[in-house]
T-cell receptor
Framework: GQSLEQPSEVTAVEGAIVQINCTYQ??????LSWYQQHDGGAPTFLSY????GLEETGRFSSFLSRSDSYGYLLLQELQMKDSASYFC????????????FGSGTRLQVQP | EPEVTQTPSHQVTQMGQEVILRCVPI?????FYWYRQILGQKVEFLVS????????KSEIFDDQFSVERPDGSNFTLKIRSTKLEDSAMYFC???????????FGNGTRLTVT
């Protein structure tokens, strides 16, 4: 089947590093995107990996391995404001460009 | 920074009634989307729209749903006969290219009673 799997919850302390994994099964794949959503808010774009490897944007990095159908979002120097849900997203079928979102990982940053 | 705007922020309607949710995408964007999110669940794709026609739709987007770009700025989602299970947050999004990041509006919370 086609799916995007990510852990439902992650807890970490302020200042720490956390990694949110995403594995996918699709019949067509262009790349993996990551979105952040605070409670009551809209999803906002964080990062995109079209090619294998690491993409870095400030405290956030994202990694993709197409051979392993796997990616992750790495958040460094965690701050309280990073408490949110994080979604990986990808197109799920050849010729289908609309993004399908994973179920989301709720990150709780503790002091 | 340009943003996607949605109105109303909250809509309450009775089962069986028609609702129209409105969106103004970012002005130079060419691709428009509707997603919905039932409380506490994932963001689900409904439909994408490009060049004045639907380019993709999901299984959720059945005959009770329709989209329209009535003028050069607005993008609407109509639900003809609402059901209780249509209660959700509806997000409009736009992008400048097919594979570029989605810019979401703040959503319309639809409550069907």
């Amino acid at each position: 089947g086609q799916s995007l799997e990510q852990p439902s919850e992650v807890t970490a302390v302020e200042g720490a590093i956390v990694q949110i994994n995403c594995t996918y099964q699709t019949s067509g794949f262009y790349g993996l995107s990551w979105y952040q959503q605070h409670d009551g808010g809209a999803p906002t774009f964080l990062s995109y990996n079209g090619l294998d490897g690491l993409e870095e944007t400030g405290r956030f990095s994202s990694f993709l391995s197409r051979s392993d159908s796997y990616g992750y979002l790495l958040l460094q120097e965690l701050q309280m404001k990073d408490s949110a849900s994080y979604f990986c997203a990808a197109n799920m079928d050849t010729g289908r460009r609309a993004l399908t979102f994973g179920s989301g990982t709720r990150l709780q940053v503790q002091p | 920074e340009p943003e996607v705007t949605q109105t109303p922020s909250h809509q309450v309607t009775q089962m069986g009634q028609e609702v129209i949710l409105r969106c103004v995408p970012i002005s130079n964007h060419l691709y428009f989307y509707w997603y919905r999110q039932i409380l506490g669940q994932k963001v689900e794709f409904l439909v994408s729209f490009y060049n004045n026609e639907i380019s993709e739709k999901s299984e959720i987007f059945d005959d009770q749903f329709s989209v329209e770009r009535p003028d050069g700025s607005n993008f609407t989602l109509k639900i003809r006969s609402t059901k209780l299970e249509d209660s959700a947050m509806y997000f409009c999004a736009s992008s400048d290219r097919g594979n570029s990041p989605l810019h979401f509006g703040n959503g319309t919370r639809l409550t069907v009673t």
